[in-house]
């Protein structure tokens, strides 16, 4: 077996939700594989149990987490992509911005040409960067 690593995002009860938003947004962005709680299991009933999905050439699991926790994401760890174009980064910028906090506003910041640093409405971090 070849040691993998892969980003893991734990929601609680918004899984499916952020990761139709993620995929929707980014160019050959897809759901590889979906398991939901069904009745009498752990977790809510319709809520995710694992997924996996491909954004930007990333792959990324979650789960919604049957248990509830204190925590939540944090910006100290945050989904970091180089975008093509001004126009992706802002696109992107605004999508993944709705609803949530700002971080840093969009700028130059003298080690790229534009950037972003963002939390989405679910928590997760994404700083977006045109190199």
Known sequence: MTTK???FLMFQGAAQEAIRR???LFDNG???SM???GPDEPGAEGTVRHAEFTI???TLRCIDSPAVHAFSFTPATSLFV???TEEQLRGLSDALGEGGAMLMPLGDY???RLFVWLNDRWGVSWQLNLP
Request: one cysteine or more.
């Open 5 to 7: 690593l892969t980003p």
């Open 22 to 24: 993620y995929v929707d």
């Open 30 to 32: 897809r759901v590889l």
């Open 35 to 37: 398991d939901l709680y």
């Open 56 to 58: 930007a050439g990333q």
């Open 82 to 84: 180089d975008c093509d």
């Open 110 to 112: 003298g080690f790229s």
